[in-house]
């Protein structure tokens, strides 16, 4: 009786010892099938959002985490894509699973890894298997698994099966996630070229080869189509738009596509007095005064070209008078002169202040107004084109580090946070000198306290004005500090004429 109770024990414990092989054996089949279909799934063209959750998904199926969550960074080290399971309805936070010590960690030792009693979101974990998603070197971020649900087990735990599984897994996302990156790249390209294709016709004159319009967002591109459409044309043009939106760049990119053989000249209608802009304009004879000597003016010097009156609304009305004449019969008399020279200019005014109030004040003449403003186009403030903000950032990095031949810093997450929240009330020209400064005063790289210094904290500002001159008034102020109170180096940095600051009040 005992011999046969010891045969059936035998017995049953072979067919536990059988029943774990081929569960085993199940368990291996399922990974390679989920590693055969997830090839297949991440290969296929898609945003890399659905990328990243359906990675996260087929893991969490195969593995049985209690929670799971992935992130992916872009270039500048900003959040991509970021998907979770098991977070119990909490949202999880991109930026902050890139500022984990988990990830540092990832980035240190460059491998799965597992780390055991610790907490990732405010949320506690006996265990987390985490592997990075990387590819040929560069890490696109990583995917993080809290705790082998127990089923009935409280002592479970991921085995070593699971980790081979899950770094197969970041692997292959990491393949996936530059190839989907790739194809975006190229998209992308494709997308610039025909834009550029379209815009510049491939006939950019030699002189302005180098002249770059950064414009990803769809309120920039809406205004490139129109300068394009416009450029060829004989009509004047009026470019409105906050300082340092890229008025004088517009007006670059508009001769440039006129195919006028004249050259382009420009004129800040508020940086000289009355008496010297109108001889700028239309040029002084010989002898008016003691020791006054003949100039030609930029109506004379723009000859079959394009005249830039930037500023356009700041000009007197006794100018206003003369302007308009000259546009009117498109000819000009020099100050002291009696004959009248003919000019063949196409001009561009531009201007950030609002002319309709201007010709119901008074101050500025409705009939030049309308005469000016053959195509009213109107330039989006950087606020309204953020999706441009990186490009423009990439963009003056270079720049900046190719002039002076140095090393571009890295920019540090939390840094590149602030600048795309940052209202830029000087607007591009604001961007590039920021970006300058802070590559100037980097040590290795731009940090969030540097960040901070450079634009006073009016990044995380919620209880000033929002006005646009309030917000006007709080830059120049800041710019002033900046530079010990020396208006002439304040005028520098804005980009703006002194006597501009003075007529402003500072």
Known sequence: MVVCWGRYDGVMSDLKMQRNVDFAEKRRILQLETLYDLALALHAERPEEELVEELLQRVCTVLDPAAGVAVTRGPYGEVVAVSSVGWQGRPVSGASLLKDPLWRDLLAQGELMVRRDGVLLDRPYREVLAAPLAYRGVYLGYIALLDKESRGDPESAFSREDRRFLDSVGALGGVALDSARQLVDLATQREKLQEENKILKGQLVDEFAHLRIIAHAPAMRQVLEILGRVAPRQVNVLLRGESGTGKELAAKLLHSLSERAGALIAINCAALPEALLESELFGIEGGVATGVQARRGKFVLAQGGTLFLDEIG????????????????????????????????????????????????????????????????????????????????????????????????????????????????????????????????????????????????????????????????RHVQRVLRMVGNNKSAAAKVLGVDRRTLQRKGF
Do not use: W
């Open 314 to 473: 700041d000009l007197d009305l006794g100018l206003q008078v003369k302007l308009l004449r000259a546009l009117q019969e498109r000819e000009v008399v020099p100050i002291g002169g009696q004959k009248a020279i003919a000019v063949d200019v196409r001009v561009i005014g531009a201007t950030h202040r609002n002319l309709e109030s201007l010709v119901e004040e008074g101050t500025f003449r409705e009939d030049l107004y309308y005469r000016l403003k053959g195509v009213d186009i109107e330039l989006p403030p950087l606020r309204e084109r953020r999706q441009d903000i990186p490009h423009l950032l990439k963009h003056f990095i270079e720049e900046f580090c190719l002039r002076e031949k140095i090393e571009a810093p890295q920019m540090e997450a939390e840094a590149l946070s602030l600048l795309l929240q940052y209202e830029y009330p000087g607007n591009i020209r604001e961007l590039k000198n920021l970006i300058e400064g802070a590559i100037s005063l980097a040590d290795q790289s731009i940090d969030a306290e540097l960040v901070r210094s450079l634009i006073g904290g009016a990044a995380e500002s919620g209880h000033d004005p929002l006005d646009l001159q309030s917000v006007e008034r």
